[in-house]
C-alpha cells in the first residue's frame, strides 16, 4: 500500500507497510501513482501513451523509470505487503500488565468550561476529592499489576487536581517512598487549569512532574469565551502570568500549553501563534470533541479552513525554525526512523488494558473518557478487573479491529484511532470517528512533510 500527496513543493510518496518515504518529481510521480492504480503489467503501456507527446521525455525515460520503481520494490521500499496483520490480534494478549493510571484526585473544578467533556468536572456525577489512602491504594494496585515494568507512568487529572493538592504531593512522596522495594520508577504527570498554581506548586512540579499540561486556549478572547470561572469571569489574566512564571523556572523540563479549538475559532493558528509569542515552545492544540448538534461544535463544513490552518502551521514553525526560534506542536512530532515499535502502532495507547482512569472512589474505567459509564466500569483498585468482557474487548481493540480502516494508509500512524471518541460518536469502540479521522490524516502528511523539509534545511546549513 502506498500513499501519494503534494505539500510544499514536495510530491511524496509514503509506502505504509515500509514506511520507506520518498521524495519525487512529477515523472516519478505519476509512474508510481499508475502502477498502483493500474498494475506493474500495464505501466510501459500508460506511461508511454501519457508522455508521447512530450519532447522532453523519451523511451528511455521512460524504461528508466519503471526499472527504478521495479528496484524499489525489491529492496522492499516500495509496494510492501502487509507482515504485520497475521499478529495484530495477538500482540495485545502478551501485554496485560498495568503500566499506567489516570488519577481523578478532584472531582469537582474551579472553571465552568462549557465545552468540558467532564461536565465542569464532575464527570456527570457527584463532586470528589480522592482521599490520600485512597491515592496510595491506587499506587499499591498499580505495583502490584505492572509485572516487571520498571518504568510507570501516573498522571494526576480532574476536574483540577490542584483542589486536591495536599493529596497529589502526598501519593507522590509515597509512591517515590516504596521505589527501590519494588524497582520501579514513577513517572508523574501533572494536568492543570492554573488557577491555583503558586511558588510551592511551581517547585514541586518542578521537582517531581515529568511532565506538567497547562491549559490555554490562546488569545484572551478566545481563552475567556469558554474557560471562565464560577462568577463568569474569564481566567485569561489569571492564569497566563501563572504559567510563564511555572515555565520560567522549568528549565529544560517537559510541558505543553494545551489549547482547544472550536467553531468559534477556526483560525487556530492565530491561538498557536499567540502562546508562542508569550514564550511557550511546547504546544498542543486539540479539535473539541462534543455530542452532535452541541453549540460550537466542529462540522464538515469546517474541514477545509481547519486544512488550511493545519498546513499553514507547518509553514511557519519551519519558517521559525530557520529563524532560530522553533517550537514544537504535539501532533507534528513524528519519529521515521526509530519509532514507535510495531506493538504501539498497532495497539494504541493501551486504554482498558495497559492504562486506566481511577476515580476518587477507587473504581477503575478504561480512560478518563469513560468515567461514570456503567458499561465500562472495569472493577476497583482493591478487588482488582472484575468486567473481564470490557478489558477483552479493548485487547481486541487496534488498526485491525476495524473494517473502515483496512484500506487507509493511517492506521500505523494512528493505531485505529481513540477508543472512547469511537464510543461516543458510534456507541462501539470497535467504531471510526470519522471526523478526527480526517483531522488525523491531514496532521500526519503535515508531521512527513516538515521531516523532510527540516532534512533539507540542515543539509543545507552544512
Not at 525515460?61 to 502487509?82: N, P, S, V
Not at 498499580?142 to 509485572?147: F, I, K, M
Request: aromatic share 10%.
Amino acid at each position: 500500500m502506498i500513499h501519494q500527496y503534494k505539500l510544499n513543493r514536495y510530491n511524496i510518496v509514503l509506502d505504509v507497510f515500509s514506511g520507506a518515504i520518498h521524495i519525487v518529481d512529477d515523472f516519478a510521480y505519476d509512474a508510481i501513482e499508475m502502477c498502483d492504480r493500474e498494475g506493474r503489467d500495464r505501466l510501459p503501456e500508460l506511461m508511454t501513451r501519457k508522455y508521447k507527446d512530450r519532447e522532453d521525455i523519451t523511451g528511455e525515460d521512460i524504461d528508466l523509470i519503471i526499472r527504478d520503481i521495479d528496484e524499489l520494490t525489491r529492496q522492499g521500499k516500495l509496494f510492501t505487503e502487509d507482515i504485520f496483520e497475521v499478529n495484530a490480534f495477538d500482540l495485545k494478549e502478551r501485554h496485560t500488565e498495568i503500566k499506567a493510571l489516570c488519577l481523578h484526585v478532584a472531582h469537582t473544578c474551579n472553571l465552568t468550561c462549557s465545552y468540558c467533556f467532564a461536565r465542569q468536572g464532575n464527570f456527570c456525577g457527584e463532586e470528589a476529592l480522592m482521599s490520600a489512602e485512597t491515592g496510595k491504594a491506587a499506587i499499591d494496585f498499580l505495583v502490584a499489576r505492572s509485572g516487571e515494568r520498571h518504568n510507570l507512568e501516573v498522571d494526576f487529572f480532574g476536574g483540577e487536581p490542584l483542589l486536591n493538592w495536599d493529596v497529589v504531593k502526598e501519593i507522590v512522596r509515597y509512591a517515590r517512598s516504596i521505589e527501590k522495594e519494588h524497582n520501579k520508577n514513577f513517572r508523574f504527570t501533572l494536568t492543570t487549569n492554573g488557577m491555583n498554581i503558586d511558588d510551592e506548586v511551581i517547585d514541586f512540579c518542578n521537582r517531581e512532574m515529568q511532565n506538567v499540561v497547562l491549559s490555554l486556549d490562546g488569545r484572551k478572547e478566545v481563552h475567556d469565551r469558554f474557560r471562565k470561572t464560577s462568577s463568569g469571569k474569564g481566567s485569561y489574566d489569571m492564569v497566563v502570568p501563572r504559567f510563564k512564571k511555572l515555565v520560567e523556572r522549568r528549565g529544560d523540563r517537559d510541558y505543553y500549553m494545551r489549547g482547544t479549538f472550536t467553531a468559534a475559532n477556526t483560525d487556530f493558528l492565530k491561538d498557536i501563534i499567540h502562546m508562542a509569542d508569550l514564550g511557550f515552545t511546547q504546544l498542543s492544540m486539540e479539535p473539541v470533541v462534543i455530542r452532535p448538534g452541541e453549540p460550537n461544535g466542529l462540522t464538515e463544513e469546517h474541514l477545509p479552513e481547519i486544512f488550511r490552518q493545519y498546513e499553514e502551521l507547518a509553514l511557519e514553525m519551519l519558517r521559525r525554525r530557520k529563524e532560530g526560534r522553533p517550537f514544537t506542536f504535539y501532533h507534528y512530532m513524528i519519529d521515521l526512523t526509530g519509532g514507535p515499535c510495531i506493538y504501539k502502532r498497532i495497539s494504541g495507547c493501551g486504554a482498558g488494558t495497559e492504562y486506566m482512569a481511577v476515580t476518587p472512589w477507587g473504581d477503575l474505567y478504561p480512560c478518563h473518557q469513560f468515567v461514570n459509564d456503567p458499561e465500562y466500569k472495569m472493577g476497583n483498585i482493591y478487588e482488582g478487573i472484575l468486567n473481564t468482557e470490557a478489558r477483552d474487548e479493548f485487547k481486541l481493540c487496534n488498526s485491525y479491529a476495524r473494517p473502515e480502516c483496512r484500506d487507509c494508509w493511517a492506521r500505523l500512524y494512528c493505531s485505529g484511532g481513540c477508543s472512547a471518541n469511537s464510543y461516543h460518536a458510534t456507541g462501539s469502540i470497535k467504531g471510526v470517528y470519522e471526523y478526527g479521522c480526517k483531522l488525523f490524516k491531514k496532521r500526519i502528511e503535515c508531521a512527513i512533510m516538515m521531516k523532510i523539509a527540516e532534512m533539507e534545511q540542515d543539509t543545507e546549513l552544512e
